[in-house]
């Protein structure tokens, strides 16, 4: 698979293993917010499998979704419409292929079906437990933000949930969304995955079906794993086979002759998908043996000198872009400040596969060493010319930080945020405690560490077992702060939230010189090139 | 089915995908010491305004969110009166 970039949207194609070329490749249309982020490496697993039976396949993120720019206030929902029809014309564009299929999940269905509707290349439709309609979904959105923020009423600014911010412009627009009012062209196939048969969808089924498009309704059965939150890692993968092998007796694989197919011009794909969100540089690396673990390398802009970064491990099973997108927010903060950041997925997370042999076993979220992960991301940014290293998690991953931080000497800082324990074993408080021992190792190697909690967060628990009332007992590690803030949810819910967070890390980190801002460069090398530095 | 029946069992398939363990399901229950997170509650009702028409928990009503299973079924018992 191979990242791309298009139109600041963040993508990954997966190019058909088949000796030929394919007349039709597959577009993934994520969901959005939640729904994506507990998809995405099924979504990898899937368009590696469509790959291997000859589909060349896109996924990418919407923008202001994943690892996409921002986007700057305009109304999204026509942003994303407007994405969905730029990641099929970059999809043709670069394989060669002719007839699209689009599979999209919850409201990436609906974005799907109302591209098709438009489109006369769209030869299949797959709808994973589709949003009908946007007003259901919107109601979804609006209960959750109801019952979390404690208010009767939306506010009016629009909706945030999970990352997902939504204007009052695009919850207008997505409430009016109604797949039974959209016309499908006759030559579209459609197969709908749903575990609920409303009278809605229903509907939806017979007014297509009366336009002559074939379709076919099937349970949504193990694909439910999609919807899964990614913390639940015990359960069995989704399987895609009902997908296949409708998309192999509907659609069937049309090779076209290498001679007849479109020259590509190498530059279309590059080899490296290169980002400019906002104060940043982002280039796709992968790193570790292999290459199997992947991450993105946020840097100030080009004319900022930096050797110092901060390496960002996945939240539970949430992909490298953090849960509520904290980690690519936090990263692009940091690139304002000067300072780089590598977000990376641990093996099998996210867009990492779990072995160098190409394994997808499945992960678990304490129980794997991450160790190793962190040293490789550090590995290859030294190649790139950093020499200086902080690293950062939230929850699980603030614990395997923290365990990174302990293991290579390399690391000058970290960050942790509501850390739940300092070890998973039965640690009885005393002198002799793993929590202390580690501490004081910390504290010996000069190890800047910011131990932030949630107040009321349960992992406040562990911190004042070992180190007294509000881990007031650090003063005698003068360089381990325990940071208590109010306002803050576990999760860092709210872009406010996620603001405070990012805001204190970064002013901790300054604190120390090799992490303070640097002067813009003149005539001066500012940072690595990953174009030559890819995979070791 | 009754609203009642729909709604039990949209809440018990529910849980069942997004991996919660629910308690026993009475109408005395508080719906937030049910189990069900505020994502699954509110993918419920999503799905109740998809399977019922019903939506009585609309952006512009202004009362308190139900409390308890009881005031959850009953709310959408009256909506369908």
Redesign the interface.
Known sequence: MQAVAFEGCFGWLHQATESFLSDTAILLCPGLGRDASRAHRSYRIMANQFATEGYPTLRFDYPGAGDSCEIDGRECWTVWQQSVQNAADWLRANTGARRIVMIGLRIGATLAALAASTRDDVVGLVLLEPVLRGKSYVSQLMVESRLRSDSATMPDDGLEIDGLCLDMGTVKLLGQVDLRQVKLLPGCSISIFSQFRTPVLAACVEAWRDTGVPIVLQNLGSLDALLRPCHLTDGPDADFRPILSWLQAAIPLRQIPRTAAIALPPSLVSRIATLRPENSVESPLHFGENGHLFGVLCRPTEDIPCDSAVIIGNTGGDPHYGLARFAVEFARRLAAQGIASLRIDFAGLGDSISSPDGGEDLTQIFGIDRTPAFGAAIDMMERLGFQHFALNGLCSGAYHAFLGALADDRVTALLSINLPWFTVRYDKPGPESFARQAIAELSHRQVRALLLFSAGDPGIKALEQHFGLEGTNLRDTPSVVASIVAGLDHDLTRRTMRQIAADKMIDFLQQNPAFQSKSPAVDQNTGPDPIHASVS | MSIRSIILE?VT?IAE???KQLAPLTDELPL?NSGLD??C???V???L???L?L?P?????????PVTLGDFIRLYEDAAA
């Open positions: 949209r398939m995908q997004q991996g937030l505020s994502l509650i509110a993918i009702v999503a799905n305004d998809d399977e028409g939506d928990l609309s952006s512009d009503d202004q009362s308190a969110f």
